[in-house]
């Protein structure tokens, strides 16, 4: 009985489906998922790249912010006895991450690995020297 409502729901979004939900609906994600944790000494930030290439991401470090950018293609070609199929894409993402603390970008390291790209970001003198252990009293 839903079935026909459930239906029209779906053709009524898939109409006024934005570029950018069609691109999160159909699985191709152009903004990569990113965590950024702070520990004592380092800001390790970790991007989820499935399925790219090493050669085709660029990273930018400042004392401040990390730059991720890239551009992701595949191609899928498809042929059996009835049809041909060749479908290409292309994107392209470019993402700044505001730091939680100043750091040294000249001993910034990345490693990249199975689509996940890592980020060890040791802080700054100053950015370590500013933080101070608060002890908590119980009442």
Known sequence: MMRPFDEMRRMMEDFWMTPFDAIGRWG????????VKEEDKD????AELPGMDQKDI???????????????????EEEEKDFYRHERFCGSFDRVI???AEVDENKA??????????????????AQAKQKKIKIKST
């Open 109 to 126: 390291e990345a490693e990249f690995s199975k689509g996940v790209l890592t980020i060890r970001l040791p802080k700054s003198e100053e």
């Open 58 to 76: 660029d990273l930018t470090v400042t004392n401040d912010s990390v730059r991720i950018s890239g551009v992701k293609r595949h191609e899928k």
């Open 28 to 35: 191709e994600v152009l903004v990569p998922k990113v965590d």
């Open 98 to 100: 505001d730091l939680p």
């Open 43 to 46: 800001v390790v930030i970790s």
